[in-house]
């Protein structure tokens, strides 16, 4: 199995910036994609930002331009760098991975984003 740990949360004023990390760990070596979601009060979860285990990326339209996915594979971490932060984008932001054959998924805790305006 897989299990994820989530930091870095926390308030910021609009315009600021915050780096969420996401520690993966047990079967490292069968991770495939990664990636970030949200979800705010009363909205469904969305996909922030995915990752492959080579790089590619792919970002959620209102996200593009601020936000940056990454990873190290040698740790085992996905990384977002989120800037010139938003009132919408005050949400629970959780780490995702997908690993095995069949691409099972595990789930970060979820980490609170709260951007005042």
């Known amino acids: 199995q897989v299990q994820l740990v989530e930091s870095g949360g926390g308030l910021v004023q609009a315009g600021g910036s915050l780096r969420l990390s996401c520690a993966a760990s047990?079967?490292?070596?069968?991770?495939?994609?990664m990636g970030w979601y949200r979800q705010a009060p009363g909205k469904q979860r969305e996909l922030v930002a995915t990752?492959?285990?080579?790089?590619?990326?792919n970002y959620l339209d209102s996200v593009k331009g601020r936000f940056t996915i990454s990873r190290d594979n040698a740790k085992a971490a996905v990384y977002l760098q989120m800037n010139d932060l938003k009132p919408e984008d005050t949400a629970v932001y959780y780490c995702?991975?997908?690993?095995?054959?069949?691409?099972?998924?595990?789930w970060g805790q979820g980490t609170q984003v709260t951007v005042s305006s």
């Open positions: 047990g079967s490292i070596f069968s991770i495939n994609d």
């Open positions: 990752i492959s285990r080579g790089g590619m990326t």
């Open positions: 995702n991975a997908e690993y095995g054959r069949y691409s099972y998924p595990a």
